[in-house]
């Protein structure tokens, strides 16, 4: 079997460049690296971490994110995913500025329509708990942070209208959702696809997802939001801790080192057999 050529620990997604620029500034090295298909990502360490991360900006819409995080979690085998930007307030006590971590995330779109109307067939995602857990943690110690911990819509509409269709149906239909976006169900479920792997979205509100929008972003509220949306990602993988036995989890020497009754070949290459002689002096 083929192995990728780099295996970052944890993998930041992104839609909107303003979003990526964000993540980007915390992580240093940064090394671009191409998937054979086209797909680029940067690969750095998060400093005061064991964590690699690999940035990637995905583009807009819950399809096109679930189907290159599918790509990018084959490749390079991440131990975690997080989408990470901003979103819109559903609720009146979530202001511009706040974090929402999706506790779960809801695909907003799906259903039967009958002679009778639409009848709902609600789809939920789970968030990592562990990676809850540690943005409940982390936030705690983060004063210029408002977070909130609740579900996310997701759905392949701006929403800029609260008194639209699409509004009215949030609210009847899926009322405890605290922020909408485009993209955390398809990065959601490619996670849950690979084997349960630990995944969160994490958004700033830009807007109030009302006719305000376009005044709001014009005001720099989406930079805004996508700083604070990275500020407690980063605080999340300082409190996570990668798996025990992983590679990342802590720094070891390349090539074979001597560990008290074995040799450590971990990390090593070998082009013919191998032999092992006991110590016999000891």
Request: zero cysteines.
């Amino acid at each position: 079997m083929t192995m990728p050529d780099i295996q970052p620990t944890v993998l930041a997604l992104t839609a909107l460049p303003l979003e990526y620029a964000a993540v980007r500034a915390h992580v240093e090295e940064r090394e671009e690296r191409v998937h054979r298909d086209g797909t680029r990502v940067e690969v750095g360490r998060l400093p005061g971490s064991s964590w690699h991360v690999a940035l990637a900006e995905l583009g807009m819409g819950a399809e096109r994110a679930g189907v290159l995080t599918t790509q990018l979690i084959d490749w390079l085998r991440p131990e975690a995913v997080l989408f990470v930007g901003v979103a819109g307030s559903l609720k009146d006590d979530i202001e511009i500025g706040d974090v929402v971590v999706g506790t779960q995330v809801y695909e907003i779109h799906g259903g039967k329509q009958t002679p009778e109307g639409f009848l709902v067939r609600p789809k939920a995602l789970p968030g990592s708990h562990a990676l809850e857990q540690a943005a409940r943690s982390a936030v705690r110690d983060m004063p210029g942070v408002r977070a909130h911990f609740v579900p996310i819509a997701t759905g392949d509409v701006v929403l800029a209208d609260a008194e639209s269709e699409i509004a009215r149906f949030l609210r009847r239909h899926y009322n405890d959702a605290g922020a909408i976006e485009m993209e955390g169900s398809g990065a959601l479920r490619a996670a849950h696809l690979s084997g349960q792997l630990n995944a969160l979205v994490i958004r700033g509100i830009s807007d109030r997802a009302d006719a305000e929008k376009h005044g709001a972003d014009a005001t720099g509220s989406q930079q805004r939001a996508a700083k604070q949306a990275a500020a407690v990602t980063v605080a999340v993988l300082h409190k996570h801790r990668p798996r025990e036995g992983s590679s990342d989890s802590e720094e070891e020497p390349q090539g074979a080192t001597y560990g008290g009754d074995h040799i450590d070949f971990r990390g090593s290459t070998f082009h013919g057999p191998v032999t092992g002689k006991r110590d016999r002096r000891r």
